[in-house]
């Protein structure tokens, strides 16, 4: 032990044996080791405190899908944050968990009266896509349909067309990577690369479950990755059924773009764009469940011949409060508030003529219905129909499903 250590006797002691000098020492190292262990506590809580807090802020920053945002903002966020002391067992900012969508697609599709079976297709890298096979003796040898569902979706969204579509050839009901139950891999950042993903996955899949060829009905960003694929295999489609699909026009001219807009509408345009499309939904926390209900109600209408309660907005909101990955994707692909970074209008040319297309639209939906009349003038050699359902909006499949059913089976009754 330094002398410095050692701290001079008690003030009026004038002598000391050499036996109560050593008992001094010693009680002055044990105090002295007290201290040391008190400030290593101190330290440790206070490291353990702001360990608890980044983990707080980075679950914040991982509900928005937005990674380094404020790297710069965080000294002022830590220093912050230092006083709070938050349990290492916080709960999940977000109530929801995998188990949690997987009950709540397990009340969605309660009321399917055909047979089916669900399983994870292993795909390279680790990844897993969620699938429903619907398949039975009769229609085994015909040519199957694989449903690919839209941003945000997911198979239980097909609740009220599963039964009907598959009473003539095999069905397969898939989660997009990034979606569902499917893995939620991180996706590249280039609009192509991620495109590519999705279309690689898909490709994948079907090789693992052994499928020769198919028809591909995509709704919305389902219908993108059903152009896409396409083009990249085409000896795998025979036949395309496109459902308001998302991503075909070029973005509006810069001109008409660039009108004057109110000043704050743009700083709110500013402030949430680096955002994902529905980081809003995750940073309410538990109040998304709610919010759910009370902005979207036609989803309930949409399916009030099956269910009575909030089994769809459960169901939407478990889909859309999982990590990000696949919304990440599809922001990385769009640019302009939601047009697509790569149109699929410039690639057209690129789709093999015999592949024969439906495009099916609602007549209520707010999507353009001309796309159907630009890309048959594009294709004037192939088989292009447009088909328009009354009374239904961009959900075509939800809003009529009869008749959505009735028009599909249909337009594929020829494929064999």
Request: glycine content about 8%; hydrophobic content about 40%.
């Amino acid at each position: 032990m330094e002398l410095s250590s050692v701290k001079a006797p008690p003030r009026g002691a004038t002598s000391m044996s050499k036996a109560n000098v050593l008992n001094y020492v010693a009680g002055t190292s044990q105090s002295d080791l007290r201290l040391t262990r008190d400030r290593q506590s101190n330290a440790m809580a206070e490291e353990a405190v702001t360990a608890a807090n980044s983990g707080l802020v980075g679950r914040m920053l991982s509900a928005v899908g937005v990674h380094g945002l404020v790297s710069s903002a965080w000294g002022y966020v830590d220093s912050t944050l230092k006083w709070w002391w938050i349990p290492s067992r916080l709960p999940p900012w977000c109530p929801t968990s995998q188990i949690q969508l997987q009950t709540a697609e397990d009340m969605m599709l309660r009321c399917i009266k055909s047979s089916f079976s669900k399983r994870h297709v292993p795909i390279s890298n680790g990844n897993l896509l969620w699938t429903l096979t619907f398949s039975n003796d009769r229609v085994k040898d015909k040519t199957p349909m694989v449903l690919l569902h839209g941003f945000g979706g997911g198979v239980g969204l097909w609740a009220q067309n599963l039964d009907a579509l598959s009473q003539r050839r095999p069905v397969f009901a898939v989660d997009l990577l990034g979606f569902g139950q499917s893995s939620r891999p991180p996706f590249s950042m280039d609009p192509g690369a991620a495109e590519d993903q999705f279309v690689e996955s898909i490709e994948q899949w079907r090789a693992e479950v052994g499928l020769e060829s198919m028809i591909l009905l995509g709704h919305n960003l389902g219908g993108f990755l059903a152009v896409s694929y396409s083009i990249k295999y085409p000896a795998r489609v025979k036949h395309m059924v496109l459902v308001e699909p998302w991503g075909f026009p070029e973005s509006p001219d810069p001109v008409e773009a660039n009108r004057p807009i109110p000043v704050w509408i743009k700083a709110l345009g500013a402030m949430f764009s680096p955002f994902n499309p529905l980081a809003g939904l995750r940073l309410v926390g538990p109040l998304g469940p709610s919010l759910v209900q009370t902005l979207r109600p036609d989803f309930k209408k949409k399916f009030s011949s099956m269910f009575a309660d909030n089994t769809v907005a459960e169901y939407i909101y478990h889909l859309n409060v999982q990590s990000p990955s696949g919304e990440t994707a599809f922001k990385n692909m769009s640019v302009n508030h939601g047009w697509a970074a790569r149109p699929m209008l410039q690639r057209m040319d690129q789709l093999q003529h015999e592949i024969p297309i439906n495009i099916i639209y609602g007549s209520r939906s707010s999507i353009d219905s001309n796309l159907g009349s630009t890309i048959k003038e594009m294709r004037p050699h192939c088989a292009v129909e447009s088909i328009t359902i009354r009374g239904a909006g961009h959900y075509v499949y939800a809003d009529q499903p009869e008749d959505f059913n009735h028009r599909v089976l249909q337009a594929c009754d020829g494929v064999v």
